[in-house]
C-alpha cells in the first residue's frame, strides 16, 4: 500500500464482518475500528445501571457521552476498553447484543459515538465495520464493502460461535432472533442498516474466511491504484 486507506466493511448481524475486517486490517497493517463493539458497551454500561432504552434514552446518551473508549492489542487479538476496563467479552454476551441494537437507535447515542469513529479514521489506515459505516459514517471512504450471506449461513455461523457457552440454542431460535434484528435495523429512523451507493456487495456464501479476506484485499490494492 503505497497511501493510507479508510475502508468499510457493513452488513447484517452474522455476516462475519468482524472476522473479515480484523484479517483485512491485519494483512494490511492497518487499525481495526469495530464500531458495533461501542454501541456493545454503552448497552452493557446501561444494564449495569439498570437503565432501560425505552424510558432512560438521556441517561443512556450520557453514558456513551463521557465513556472513553480506546481499542488494545491484547494476547493477540484487540480489546476494547471502556475507562481504561477491559469489557470483553462481556459486551460479547447475547443479552448486550440484542440490547446494542436498540441502544444504537437513540439519536443521542450515535451522535456522540459518531466523532470518536471519524478521528479514529482521519489519524490512520483503518478498516472499520458496522451497519452504517459507508453511508453516515465514513461516506467519503476509500472503499466500501457491504458483506452479506444466506440468513441460513449466518444463522448457523452464529450457532457455532454460542455452541460452547449456550449448548441449548437451536439454529431455529438463532434463526429467528436474527430474523427479528434484521427487520430492526433495517427499519429503524436513524441510520438503517443499507448499502451505500458505491458500495462493492460481497456474498460470503460457500468462500472460507481467508477467502473473503484476501478478496477485500485485492479490492483494496485496486483502490490504491495498483
Not at 7 to 14: E, H, L, M, Q, V
Not at 39 to 54: I, K, N
Not at 63 to 69: I, Y
Not at 164 to 179: I, M, N, S, Y
Amino acid at each position: 500500500m503505497t497511501r493510507q486507506l479508510t475502508i468499510t466493511i457493513d452488513g447484517p448481524a452474522g455476516a462475519g464482518k468482524s472476522s473479515v475486517a480484523q484479517g483485512v486490517a491485519r494483512k494490511l497493517g492497518y487499525v481495526y475500528v469495530d464500531s458495533g463493539a461501542m454501541y456493545r458497551a454503552v448497552a452493557w454500561l446501561a444494564m449495569q445501571a439498570g437503565l432501560s432504552v425505552e424510558d432512560d434514552s438521556e441517561a443512556i446518551t450520557r453514558l456513551a457521552q463521557t465513556m472513553q473508549v480506546e481499542f488494545r492489542p491484547t494476547n493477540g487479538d484487540q480489546h476494547l476498553f471502556v475507562d481504561d476496563e477491559d469489557l470483553e467479552p462481556r459486551i460479547r454476551l447475547p443479552e448486550v447484543g440484542a440490547l446494542s441494537s436498540a441502544v444504537s437507535a437513540i439519536p443521542g447515542v450515535r451522535a456522540a459515538l459518531l466523532d470518536t469513529q471519524r478521528t479514529l479514521a482521519r489519524e490512520t489506515g483503518v478498516v472499520m465495520e458496522g451497519r452504517d459505516i459507508g453511508t453516515v459514517v465514513l461516506p467519503d471512504a476509500s472503499l466500501k464493502i457491504f458483506l452479506t450471506a444466506s440468513p441460513e449461513e449466518r444463522a448457523r455461523r452464529r450457532l457455532e460461535q454460542l455452541r460452547d457457552k449456550h449448548p441449548e440454542l437451536t439454529l431455529g431460535q438463532v434463526l429467528a432472533d436474527q430474523r427479528e434484528r434484521d427487520m430492526r435495523d433495517s427499519n429503524r429512523e436513524v441510520a438503517p442498516l443499507r448499502k451505500a451507493d458505491d458500495a462493492i456487495e460481497v456474498n460470503s456464501d460457500g468462500m472460507t474466511l481467508e477467502q473473503v479476506i484476501e478478496h477485500i484485499v485485492q479490492l483494496a490494492e485496486g483502490a490504491d491504484g495498483r
